[in-house]
């Protein structure tokens, strides 16, 4: 069993920056691929970013590219989410996820991959 918890979420101005963590809990969090999922009212449920075991792959989202960046820490146990140049469009609940199937390399943008999720953090942005 493993159990994800969000943090760092709130309101923000446009432009501005926030940086969301993911706890997990146990001693397997180095083998799991890990990734960043949003959802806003009425929307489903978005891929942001994902980040392989070892931190050797990682992707974001076309519409978060260049803004976003996903790092993760082994010996923490925690996962990051750095967002900058915060835009409205942004505003959502920001879930982490973990995929434990133990591939190396796994960076999946598919939420149906991943076993676990936390339970959201939420990022507003406006004026």
């Known amino acids: 069993q493993v159990q994800l918890v969000e943090s760092g979420g709130g309101l923000v101005q446009p432009g501005g920056s926030l940086r969301l963590s993911c706890a997990a809990s146990?001693?397997?969090?180095?083998?799991?691929?890990m990734g960043w999922f949003r959802q806003a009212p009425g929307k489903e449920r978005e891929f942001v970013a994902a980040i392989s075991r070892t931190s050797s792959s990682s992707s974001v989202a076309d519409s978060v590219k260049g803004r976003f960046t996903i790092s993760r820490d082994n010996a923490k146990n925690t996962m990051y989410l750095q967002m900058n140049t915060l835009r409205p469009e942004d505003t959502a609940l920001y879930y982490c996820a973990a995929d434990t199937r133990g591939l190396p390399y796994s960076i999946s943008t598919q939420p149906t991959v991943y076993s676990y999720w936390g339970q959201g953090t939420q990022v507003t942005v406006s004026s």
């Open positions: 146990g001693r397997a969090f180095s083998s799991y691929g």
